[in-house]
């Protein structure tokens, strides 16, 4: 079982820490935690997919659900390739996007057993009991 989680509230990250944070297609990092990736790690402005700095972006405003899923599949993905780097995600689609944790934690299925991949305990909360 799942014993370490995404903090909170993270305001600086270690060497081969990076930010999962939900973003738009266009990369405008104006608000939530796409505003945060972008002033504090180095999330580039107009890169709304992937890495940026020490930032990983994954789309939330474009659609339902299923238009996040392959965003999501493409970062475990991605995150699986990377195993020197260890990925922070925030609840990504819970804030601006309007979506729930009910919502958006079952696309993050493939990610629990994921040594370098850190939910946040909301998620694996949803997901443990999904399993149950």
């Not at 081969?16 to 796409?34: D, K, P, R, T």
């Not at 020490?54 to 405003?61: E, L, R």
Request: glycine letters at 12%.
């Amino acid at each position: 079982m799942r014993t370490k989680f995404t903090p909170a509230y993270i305001d600086s990250l270690s060497s081969g820490e990076i930010f999962v944070f939900g973003s738009n297609l266009a990369g405008m990092h104006g608000g939530g935690a796409a505003w945060v990736a972008h002033m504090k790690f180095g999330a580039e402005w107009g890169v709304g997919v992937g890495l940026t700095g020490q930032s990983y972006a994954i789309p939330t405003m474009q659609g339902g659900v299923e238009t996040i899923a392959p965003y999501v599949d493409d970062f475990i993905a991605f995150a699986a390739e990377h195993p020197d780097l260890t990925f922070l995600v925030t609840p990504i689609g819970c804030g601006i996007a309007g979506f729930t944790p009910e919502e958006i934690a079952p696309l993050f299925a493939k990610a629990l057993d994921a040594p370098n991949v850190l939910l946040p305990e909301v998620f694996v909360d949803i997901l443990n009991k999904e399993q149950e």
